[in-house]
C-alpha cells in the first residue's frame, strides 16, 4: 500500500484465511488457530458484545430444548447476502425434529 491509496475492509473475510484456518469455510466451534476478531478487544471492544453473548445463551439452549435434532443434511444450500461489507445468510434451510 501506498500513502493515498483507496483500501476496503472486507468484514466478510474474516477469520476465514485458509493459511490460518483449515477448511475456513466450515463452521468448527472447536477450530485451532489464531483467536478470532469478531469483537475486537480492549478499547475497540464491540458494543454489541454483550447482547450477541447473552442472546447465544438464551437463543441456542431454547433451540436444543425445543427439538431433539436440527439437521441440514440433504436440503438446498444457505442463501448468502451479496454483500461487501457483511457476510451473513437471507435463509439456512433445516430440518427439525
Known sequence: M???DRIFLMLNAANR???AYPDPD??????????HLTFGFGPHLCL???LARTEG???FPALLARWRSID???LDAPQWIDSLVFRGM???PLRVG
Open 2 to 4: 501506498q500513502a493515498g
Open 17 to 19: 484465511d485458509p493459511r
Open 26 to 35: 466450515r463452521v468448527d466451534l472447536d477450530r485451532d488457530g489464531p483467536p
Open 48 to 50: 454489541g458484545f454483550a
Open 57 to 59: 445463551q438464551v437463543a
Open 72 to 74: 441440514r443434511d440433504g
Open 90 to 92: 437471507t435463509a439456512l
